[in-house]
């Protein structure tokens, strides 16, 4: 048994376990997949503030280069609140295996370190059955920990590449509150409703971390109180613009911290503008903008990062045939433009 998962605790050990039909040990000799990318030891990144498509660009690298997908969101790692926590449904996974997502039970205490455990090993299980592991999501103390952190060893096992999603903070701030309305339309109250605990008013642990459970406490403890329509919708209302606040606020401070990352801890971070993306209304013409703008500077950056190379010739419009072609054969249908 491999010492470092000894160390989990015993709930976390349970949600290992489907990583452990597969030797812990990398394989030393070189991985080719489509393209003939030599990719050991190879993981590659997606950073990004909330709603910038990191796990729509995540779906779409995983298809093109034979990936798997790792979680990094620590309120995705808890199973339910889909809806709040904006998860990937299966249809959008496109048959690309997708890890610590929906693992962990949601009133389990899941710790920066049960992240680092479970991610390093899951990169080495995917990297053994040669596949490139993405690792993707919005927890950056998770993501810093687990790179630099000398005790897991990561950046001394793996050589690692850094995409961030980045999009204009105002235009983001539009698109977050947008997304909100959608998710209020989508069942969002219900679905809060229901981990709704009268006598626990404590949101620090588990999947009531999340935002917009706490927003929302207020309004159902007074609910019963309200007796008429419009003292109920002011209520929510009220409760919901303080959900879109704090999620513009966590969205400005996951870029602050990767502004920090970058710009005083030297993290080579390759960054990919998809701001023209959220301001585009028009389906087909931000489909086209996402393809130009962040899928094509994404799959170069990777190409050649898997390529070890700086000077490689890039056919994007063969590579796109081909995810095209793959995603229709998965019966495949994309996601949101932003998630």
């Not at 687990?146 to 698109?175: E, I």
Request: net charge positive; with cysteine; hydrophobic share 40%.
């Amino acid at each position: 048994m491999n010492l470092m998962m000894r160390s989990l605790p015993k709930q976390m050990w349970e949600q290992a376990k489907p990583f452990l039909k597969y030797p812990t040990s990398l394989l030393n000799k070189e991985l080719h997949k489509p393209w003939k990318q030599p990719r050991n030891n190879k993981v590659v990144f997606i950073m990004g503030a909330t709603g910038t498509g990191k796990s729509r660009l995540s779906i779409d690298l995983a298809t093109i280069f034979q990936a798997e997908i790792i979680n990094s969101d620590k309120i995705q790692i808890y199973k339910g609140l889909d809806i709040l926590t904006n998860k990937v449904t299966k249809e959008e996974q496109c048959g690309i295996p997708h890890h610590l997502l929906s693992i962990v039970n949601p009133n389990v205490d899941y710790t920066t370190k049960d992240f680092c455990l479970m991610a390093t090993h899951g990169v080495e299980s995917i990297l053994q059955k040669e596949k490139l592991p993405i690792i993707v999501g919005g927890s950056n103390s998770y993501i810093e920990s687990l790179v630099m952190d000398p005790k897991y060893g990561f950046k001394s096992k793996f050589d690692c590449c850094f995409l961030w999603v980045d999009v204009n903070f105002h235009v983001l701030k539009k698109f977050v509150a947008h997304r909100v309305d959608k998710m209020v339309q989508s069942g969002l109250v219900e679905e809060i409703r229901e981990v709704f605990d009268p006598y626990n008013s404590d949101y620090t642990r588990g999947i009531r971390q999340a935002i917009g459970v706490a927003e929302l406490d207020n309004y159902f403890r007074n609910e019963k109180f309200l007796l008429d329509h419009s003292s109920r919708v002011n209520g929510l209302q009220n409760a919901i613009k303080e959900i879109k606040k704090n999620t513009c606020n966590l969205a400005n401070k996951q870029i602050q911290k990767i502004h920090c990352l970058r710009d005083l801890k030297g993290w080579d971070l390759n960054r990919i503008d998809a701001t023209q993306i959220l301001k585009d209304r028009n389906k087909d013409a931000a489909d086209q903008a996402w393809q130009e703008m962040v899928v094509k500077p994404s799959l170069e950056v990777v190409t050649r990062f898997l390529s070890n190379t700086n000077d490689l010739e890039f056919d994007l419009s063969a590579r796109s045939r081909v995810l095209t072609r793959t995603m229709i054969r998965n019966g495949c249908t994309f996601i949101p433009i932003a998630t």
